[in-house]
C-alpha cells in the first residue's frame, strides 16, 4: 500500500509542478478570452476594474459592436455612466444594473434583465485577466443566450504588472475560478 502511494506521488508531484509552472507563467493564456469582432445586442461592462473597462465599452460601441450599452456593478456603474457620457457616448444608449457586488450576481442580475429585454447575443466587457471568469458566470445563468468577451487589455504585458497592485489581481483570479467552480458549479472550461 505505501509502495503504491508512493508511486502515485511521484506521478503526480511533476503534474502539480508543471501546472503550477504554467499558471505562473502564461496567465495571459489561461485567463484571458476574447471572443474576436462579433456584433450583439448589447455590451455588458462589468464593475470593479479601473478606468479600462469603460474605455474598452466606449470604443466597442464607436465600432457599432452593440447599441447598448449596460453598466453592472454596485457603486462603479455610476461612475463609469458618468465617465462615459463625459466622453461622448449617449446618456439614452445607456442602462444600468447597481445591485451586484460580485461577479456571480453581476451574472444573474443582468442576465434577468436582459431575459426581460428579449436580448440574445451580449458582449462581456471586463479586465482580460477576469475574462474567463466572467464569461463563464454568464454562460451558466444564461444558457440560452449567446455571450462573447471583449475584455480590455490594460496591464496584458508584464512589465506593466508592477502598477496597481494588477500581479495580485492577476493570480488571484485562479483560486477564484476554482471557488466558483466549487461552490457555486461555475465551470472555467
Same mark, same amino acid.
Given at each position: ?12 508531484? #511533476?503534474?502539480?509542478? @508543471?501546472? *503550477?509552472? =504554467? ?7 489561461? !485567463?484571458?478570452?476574447? $471572443?474576436? +469582432? ?28 452593440? #447599441?447598448?450599452?449596460? @453598466?453592472? *456593478?454596485? =457603486? ?7 465617465? !462615459?457620457?463625459?466622453? $461622448?457616448? +449617449? ?51 444564461? +444558457? ?46
Amino acid at each position: 500500500m505505501r509502495r503504491r502511494l508512493f508511486r502515485t506521488a511521484l506521478v503526480l508531484f #511533476p503534474i502539480f509542478i @508543471l501546472v *503550477g509552472a =504554467g499558471v505562473f507563467l502564461f496567465p495571459q493564456e489561461i !485567463l484571458c478570452i476574447d $471572443g474576436g +469582432p462579433v456584433k450583439a445586442d448589447v455590451l455588458v461592462v462589468l464593475g470593479g476594474g479601473l478606468q479600462d473597462r469603460p474605455e474598452r465599452a466606449a470604443e466597442l460601441f464607436r465600432e457599432h459592436a452593440a #447599441p447598448r450599452i449596460l @453598466l453592472s *456593478g454596485l =457603486g462603479d456603474c455610476k461612475i463609469y455612466r458618468r465617465y !462615459l457620457i463625459g466622453i $461622448g457616448i +449617449p446618456a439614452s444608449a445607456i442602462q444600468m444594473e447597481d445591485q451586484s457586488r460580485t461577479s456571480r450576481e453581476n451574472a444573474i442580475f443582468a442576465v434577468k434583465l436582459l431575459r426581460r429585454q428579449g436580448v440574445r447575443r451580449v458582449i462581456i466587457v471586463t479586465s482580460w485577466y477576469h475574462s474567463r471568469r466572467a464569461l463563464a458566470c454568464f454562460e451558466h445563468y444564461g +444558457p440560452e443566450m449567446e455571450f462573447y468577451s471583449r475584455p480590455s487589455y490594460f496591464g496584458y504585458h508584464r512589465a506593466d504588472w508592477s502598477r496597481s497592485r494588477l500581479r495580485h489581481r492577476i493570480y488571484l483570479e485562479y483560486p477564484k475560478l476554482l471557488g466558483y467552480w466549487m461552490c457555486y458549479g461555475i465551470s472555467p472550461f
